[in-house]
Every structure is written in C-alpha cells, then in structure tokens.
C-alpha cells in the first residue's frame, strides 16, 4: 500500500504513478489531488479499451519526459502469496515501455512488508528503515521489438527475486 509513496519520496523529481482505476484512490482528497500533480495515470483493469487508453497516456508522458512507474503485480504481493517475494507481473504491465520505447528500469522496495498493516487505505502505519534499489535499465524490448513481454517480464521479476534475496541474506 506504500510502496509509491516510498518510491516517490526516495528520488529527487517527480514520478507519477500507475494506479488502479478504483474510486478509493481517486476519492480521498489529499491523494487525488497529488496523483494529478506528479501526473499518476488511473488504469481500469477489467476494460481492456479504457487500459490501453491508460497505457498510452503513461507513455506519452514518458514521451514529455515525465517518468512513470508501474508495479506490475498488479495488488499487494503478500495478499496473493504471504509466502513470495515477487508475485507474477500482469500481462500489460510492460506495454506502456513498448510503446515509448523506453528503458525499463526494475526496482525493489526492501523491508516494505510490515509498513502497513490492513488492506484498505485506512491501516496502521509503522515507521522502520526501508530501501529502494535500482537495478540495472533494460533496453531488450527497444533492440528487439518481438521480444515477448511476458519473457521480459519473467526476467524481471527473477533478477529483482535475486536482489531481495540478496538483501534477505546480508540481514
């Protein structure tokens, strides 16, 4: 529930923000009017026209120079899985790259679990120490067009698996 704002807060400009098109997000009055500033795009999942029309906004802001970032989980990993470290990626989760034929650049959010504890926007929130990581950007999509977003996003999802992993172990 966090990791946005985790992720927004760690870097020195603005990034919009992927979103759920759901009324909770675009209701509550502080948020809705910070979404529109750091240019967030609201994605309806369950009307494949109104989500490509979401994805094509996302990558015309790339386009303007605006970054954006998509987590292509789709909901809370522990909500699917308490047990994974990654859950699989939603299949258009990388189409907004593809489209601006741009870098994909991965992240991880280490220690983020426990946070926030609840599932709705009104939960318990705990202050600890969290990192953000930026793997290496991924330019594989850009050299080869064909390339399956679903391999790409397996990829992904395997070397940010290996670099929490990692961190698991340092700990």
Same mark, same amino acid.
């Given at each position: ?29 502080? &948020? ?10 609201? &994605? ?25 970032? &998509? ?37 991880? &959010? ?62």
């Amino acid at each position: 529930m966090l990791d946005s704002f985790i992720l927004v807060s760690s870097v020195d400009r603005p990034i919009g923000c992927v979103i759920a098109d759901v009324p909770t997000w675009k209701n509550m009055p502080i &948020i809705s009017h910070w979404t529109k500033l750091i240019r967030c795009v609201y &994605i309806n999942r369950s009307n494949t026209r109104e989500g490509i029309k979401s994805i094509i906004e996302a990558s015309e802001n790339i386009l303007d120079g605006h970054s954006m970032a &998509i987590f292509p989980e789709g909901d809370l990993t522990w909500m699917k899985d308490p047990n994974a470290l990654v859950s699989d990626f939603r299949a258009g989760a990388l189409k907004i790259a593809y489209k601006a034929k741009c870098p994909i650049v991965p992240l991880v &959010i280490k220690n983020s679990k426990d946070t926030y504890e609840g599932y709705q926007p009104v939960g318990k929130i705990t202050s600890m120490p969290v990192e953000v990581e930026f793997l290496d950007p991924i330019y594989d999509h850009i050299d080869n067009p064909k390339l399956k977003s679903t391999i790409l996003s397996e990829s992904i999802k395997n070397n940010m698996i290996k670099k929490i992993e990692e961190f698991r172990n340092r700990f």
